[in-house]
């Protein structure tokens, strides 16, 4: 303390307060401090933020070197399924939170919303959904004349690419669209958690077979195929959402309920999210292992696969970013980084459905898009908006026609356009979707469904960006939405403030007067009386 107190003495001696300059090597040395300090500070921020984005990312690279490494160990196919266990694990958890998921964000949306805003903002995601995807049906139509891939490939079969899946489907057109209607009311709600209604076909034999004259009619009837109805539970969801909010004050507690089961819900789908990266590493490995012979599919089928890949690279990179940029006049890429993990997810899984849970969490997280918007709009178009189904279709009905020698004519191409745009909808937002959906198509055409099988031999190429299309679709719907919702609510607001003003002098009291009696009222100060006196005597 002595020569604490003796240094003080001596520095404050007769108030001369010596400064000795720090020398400039010191300053730089702490300044480089403070930058390393501050870069290090800004990595782990950068690493913590986007920490699940980065193993996601790892988790399909590691995988495909797995799979690449693991591929010339020449392993059975029972150790392939074990080694794909995990995969499917990831699979089973994304599909088992889908039900509530779907149900309770629809229903908690729809009862958020006021029925007008619920009619508008309805009106204008489906008007969205039908223009893109009739967009992305022209683009894969005019590609698949431009590039002709299935010119030249008439010597293709399925021994030679050593296939052994087979698609059958006898079903009508018209049978197939009045399925779609029927599954949009089902009979059974519980039954339509896990099966859906197709239509199957008996023959009925009539007349006399002695005579001979016997006839055969296919008459067709109801069955249950397995397959959670989508169609059916998104339409009830929304009706149940507008009911609760006509109740009124009566319906609240039933709303509050269903926004719990939501918020809980989502808790679910975060901690799943972390499981990810590791599925999609074994997904990923797993697939590869399963590849028969690589090479020759790609000579085969190259062209198709070239003319389905631009496709969707046309329409996800090019067209879907500048609809997006003409409603919001934002970068559209600025907006798709916050969504990398759902895009590798769909690009693993194959599956709209599977890819939810994680879509809504990242535009709700990283895109600040409102959840009444997220949760009623993704839903619905995981089910409805199927983009790169679209072009996936398109281009293999007029693939199939080029490999058959058929000329399609003018009115042909008119009912693919239309065809594949409605057909997609009714696509199942699962693997392989897709593929049924095709013979639609061929059988409105009158083209044969033989060659569907060669659309399986690629199907694991394609499906990938197949899907990432289709849940960039449903994100940029969402986004485009929130804007003009925003808007709306911006818009609504100043004319509140507008009325507000307008209201203000209505409301003045007599107190409130011109400049005038402002004046007057100076030289009036002494007394309240005089004021008043003065007052009156202005007005």
Request: aromatic share 8%; glycine share 8%; with cysteine.
């Amino acid at each position: 303390m002595r020569d604490m107190e003796k240094t003080n003495e001596i520095n404050g001696h007769a108030g001369n307060h010596t400064e000795y300059p720090i020398p400039a090597a010191e300053v730089d040395k702490v300044s480089k401090k403070n930058c390393q300090l501050n870069a290090q500070k800004l990595l782990a921020n950068f690493f913590k933020r986007n920490l699940l984005v980065i193993l996601t990312v790892s988790g399909v690279l590691v995988g495909v070197g797995i799979g690449m490494a693991v591929r010339n160990v020449n392993l059975t196919r029972a150790q392939i399924t074990y080694f794909a266990f995990p995969g499917e694990m990831l699979l089973r958890m994304l599909k088992m939170i889908i039900l509530p998921l779907v149900v309770c964000s629809l229903i908690s949306g729809a009862a958020s919303l006021d029925t007008r805003s619920l009619g508008k903002l309805g009106g204008i995601a489906i008007a969205y959904f039908l223009v893109t995807t009739l967009i992305a049906s022209g683009i894969a139509i005019a590609l698949a004349f431009i590039i002709k891939p299935g010119v030249g490939a008439g010597a293709l079969n399925t021994n030679s690419l050593r296939l052994t899946g087979t698609v059958t489907n006898n079903k009508e057109p018209v049978d197939s669209f009045l399925d779609l209607a029927r599954n949009l009311f089902p009979a059974n709600l519980v039954a339509a958690a896990f099966r859906s209604y197709a239509t199957d076909y008996k023959t009925v034999t009539t007349g006399n077979a002695t005579v001979g004259n016997l006839t055969y009619e296919k008459i067709p009837t109801g069955s249950d195929i397995d397959g959670m109805n989508i169609l059916g539970l998104v339409l009830f969801a929304i009706l149940f959402g507008i009911a609760l909010r006509k109740l009124g004050p009566e319906g609240e507690e039933l709303i509050k309920l269903f926004n719990s089961f939501n918020e809980a819900t989502m808790v679910l789908v975060s901690w799943i999210m972390w499981y990810v990266p590791i599925g999609i590493m074994f997904l990923i490995g797993s697939k590869i292992l399963e590849m028969e012979d690589v090479v020759l599919l790609v000579t085969s089928l190259g062209k198709y696969i070239f003319a389905s890949i631009l496709g969707h690279l046309i329409h996800g990179g090019i067209v879907l970013p500048l609809i997006y940029f003409g409603f919001t006049r934002k970068n559209p890429f600025s907006f798709l980084s916050g969504l990398i993990t759902p895009f590798t997810t769909a690009f693993a899984t194959c599956s709209s459905s599977a890819t939810l849970p994680s879509m809504i969490k990242c535009i709700e997280d990283n895109n600040g898009v409102d959840k009444r918007i997220s949760r009623f709009v993704l839903p619905i178009g995981a089910t409805v908006n199927m983009d790169g189904a679209a072009i996936f279709q398109s281009i293999a009905a007029v693939f199939i026609a080029q490999l058959n020698n058929v000329e399609l004519n003018a009115g042909q191409i008119f009912t693919i356009l239309l065809t594949a745009t409605a057909s997609s909808v009714g696509a199942a937002g699962i693997p392989v979707g897709g593929i049924i959906t095709i013979a639609i198509i061929l059988e409105a055409i009158g083209l044969p469904t033989n060659d569907l099988s060669l659309m399986l031999a690629v199907d694991w190429i394609v499906d990938r960006t197949t899907t990432v299309v289709n849940v960039e679709g449903d994100a940029f719907g969402a986004g485009i939405l929130h804007h003009i919702n925003q808007q709306e609510m911006k818009k609504q607001q100043a004319e509140l403030e507008t009325v507000r003003v307008e209201a203000i002098p209505n409301v003045k009291s007599e107190e409130e007067t011109s400049l005038l009696v402002t004046h007057q009222n100076l030289g009036v100060m002494p007394s309240r009386k005089g004021n008043m006196e003065s007052k009156e005597s202005v007005l």
